[in-house]
DNA sequence: ATGGGTGCAAAGGATTTGCAACATT
DNA sequence: AATGTTGCAAATCCTTTGCACCCAT
């Protein structure tokens, strides 16, 4: 059951449950496709429909200050979010704006937790460029 | 002279030099200082004034579709560009805003342009925390 | 009853767009 | 003349804030 995951990710990380906070958990853990604030509050309006997309907001941000999930970056134009928390890549489609898991590649590790002085305490390896998708598509066109 | 590098960095990466676009690429070359939209305005509009912020936005978005300049997204508020396009690593301090080089880290390198199907033209890699002027103010604070 | 959590409406801020003026070839 | 570039003003969109209400302890 997610719900018990969810659950125990907030508990285990600081974070106390409430109903929006859990529901907003358990999207993270259901559906690994690196939704937006909107993506979460669409997903989830139906089924509490009160949810604001400020709780949203300050929900996810609150789960990437406590390590609960992982703010990704990769797109200039909005924020997205990862439920796993274990370091992997992103791939960011230019094209289509898709953000894609690369398990295959390695991720990084700071040589130390103490840079030059800076101490560090999240790592996030991105590459960008066009997914297989869009390449086909402008393959297409071609002919 | 950087002029005559800016003027290089533009035609090279199929970039028409303007005088705007040849100062903006001047400054970034000159200020190693990951410099938002904003920095570079109030950097040039002395010495430009007519220059406008609108220009800055697009030629800077400009040099980046060109890979003239490096655009960072590692501030979830706003994105900052750099005019050193090889493969380094940049620290953001989450409590002042800063992003640093740290060129002592080994930038990461994909196995092969093509990963799953996906064409990679671009890698980033960053690590976030606190940097050393912020710990050491908050290490003051509790004496 | 007290403190945290939620959600509405409004504000804020970064970025983009439409379009007319301008520069350059 | 034609094409690309600039810059103002307005629009857009994402995100945060202020504040009142609500819920749980």
Redesign the interface.
Known sequence: MKEQEAYKKLVDNGVRPSVQRLAIMEYLLTHFTHPTVEDVYQGLCNKIPTLSRTTVYNTLRLFSEHQAAQ?I????HR?CYDGNTSPHVH?F?KQCGKV?D?F??KA?M??SRL??????????????????DC?KKSDKQKH
Chains 1, 2 share one sequence.
């Open positions: 703010m970056t990769i797109d200039d924020v791939f489609c894609i690369l295959g590649e990084p700071p040589n840079i030059d002085g800076n101490f560090v305490d999240e790592v996030q390896l991105y590459y960008k460029g066009i997914c297989s390449k």
